[in-house]
């Protein structure tokens, strides 16, 4: 804006104190705004501390395809291309120019060297109280009204907290709680505003979906947001039984009957369904699945370290085994492969009475036995809920914003991290979705034009 002769700074609003909003605000600062983070919450960076197990897995250094999800072929370009923009390797240099110093592990993902997520959310932190960047925390966005010559105003709603007692008398059995007060509500000005509100998941966090009603507000649509990376639901009054067992399975999502996709890792198995990686892994497709309306299977292969032939023979040594052990009792013979707890499951699924011997149940069950263990199937009924989700999948259509996150209906708004509709796997793709866009915006919002080249580093070094 200009006052009199007088160039002046952009004045960014953050919406969101999250990863994209605080990378976000730093970026845009360090290009010249003068930036305000507004969160709802009593503190920025919530979920940054829940990420990696309070390790903070900030990234992965190895190639992203594969490795997110959005609703079409236009849109995952549009990720990839914003990946290639700032990749891993930039988000290492990112933190490493805020003192904070990383580590790759085997598998490509990218850890603070102290693994505390305490420490990603302090240089952060840090960053924003040394570039002059305003934290107001408890601070609700009520409303986004654009102005027609640019820029605009946001309503919010200033809350303070004050502690109460429950009970008729003060004791040492009451309980303190606390209460928010709403304090006063304002106007406040934008040149540029960064929609960073988060989406459904780790509601805790400060991730409440209120995002997604301002972006509707806005004219924009919104695609269903759904849990991913999430705890999965499934039919059966065996499962109760199977509480707490782990095994190294192969495990294929089917939906319809057709194999959307497999994952191999360690399952855990619960009393309402199945978890571990693996699962997260194929959790968003499997959400989709049941929102759809779809029938949703996992096939579970408790046994991927036994390769099935052509005769549907797995190996030769177990026909022998049946033979030579039959005096053994079903589940006995069973536990050789499997944890003793599936195997009961599966002779009590085939009808093989508890203490039955090998040889009472006959090779042929055996074999229907070892075959349920290679694809056991089991009907998915619904994710988990957005509690026990670490991210969504759904939200705003990467096609009605620009390459650098704007607004393509208000072009002075900006929409990022969660809130489009962008999720990766487990490994640190999308706490790195959230750093790209939230560097890629906050430039743009506090430069007012240009737009840029292919890789981040040279921008930097030229700010």
């Not at 039919?235 to 509480?243: H, M, N, Q, V, Y």
Request: charged fraction near 25%.
């Amino acid at each position: 804006m200009e006052e009199g002769d007088k160039v002046m700074a952009n004045r960014v609003v953050v919406a969101g104190g999250g990863a994209s909003g605080l990378a976000a605000a730093v970026f845009a600062a360090e290009n010249g705004a003068r930036v305000t983070i507004l969160e709802h919450k009593d503190r920025v960076g919530k979920k940054i501390l829940m990420t990696g197990n309070g390790r903070c897995n900030l990234t992965n250094m190895s190639d992203v395809h594969g490795k997110y999800y959005s609703s079409d072929k236009d849109s995952m370009n549009r990720i990839y291309d914003t990946l290639v923009r700032f990749d891993a390797g930039e988000t290492r240099d990112f933190f490493k120019r805020l003192g904070l110093y990383t580590k790759e592990k085997r598998d490509g993902g990218v850890y603070p060297v102290s693994e505390q997520a305490a420490v990603v959310l302090d240089v952060l932190r840090s960053a924003c109280v040394r570039l002059g960047v305003k934290i107001r925390t408890d601070c609700e966005v009520t409303a986004i009204k654009p102005a027609l010559t640019g820029g605009g105003t946001v309503s919010v709603t200033q809350y303070a907290c004050s502690v109460h007692e429950q009970g008729k008398m003060a004791g040492k059995n009451d309980k303190m709680t606390a209460k928010r007060v709403e304090v006063k509500r304002e106007e406040i000005k934008y040149d540029r505003l960064i929609l960073a509100a988060g989406g459904k998941a780790a509601p805790v966090s400060g991730s409440d979906g209120s995002g997604y009603a301002l972006a509707k507000k806005l004219g924009h649509s919104v695609i269903e947001p759904l849990p991913a990376l999430v705890q999965l639901r499934c039919e059966g009054d065996f499962f109760k039984a199977l509480a707490g067992v782990r095994a190294h399975c192969r495990i294929c999502l089917l939906t319809d009957g057709r194999e959307a996709a497999c994952e191999e890792g360690e399952l855990q198995l619960t009393d309402y369904g199945i978890s571990g990686i693996p699962v997260f892994q194929l959790s968003r497709l499997a959400s989709r699945a049941v929102y759809e309306g779809k029938r949703c299977e996992a096939g579970i292969n408790f046994i991927p370290y036994i390769e099935e032939t052509d005769n549907g023979i797995f190996d030769s040594n177990i026909d022998h085994n049946v033979r030579e052990f039959s005096d053994k009792t079903a589940e006995e013979f069973l536990s050789g492969l499997v944890h003793k707890k599936i195997a009961a499951v599966v002779c009590k699924r085939n009808k093989i009475a508890s203490g039955a011997t090998v040889g009472q149940a006959g090779a042929a069950k055996i074999r229907d036995c070892i075959r349920m263990l290679a694809d056991f199937r089991v009907k998915i009924t619904a994710p988990n809920s957005f509690e026990n989700a670490q991210v969504c999948c759904g939200g705003v259509p990467l096609g009605e914003v620009s390459d650098n996150f704007a607004s393509n209906i208000h072009s002075d708004i900006y929409v990022i991290g969660e809130l489009l509709d962008c999720d990766g796997v487990c490994g640190g793709y999308n706490l790195q979705w959230a750093w790209a866009t939230g560097a890629i915006a906050g430039t743009d919002a506090a430069r007012r034009s240009g737009r840029w080249g292919v890789s981040m580093k040279s921008e930097i070094s030229r700010s």
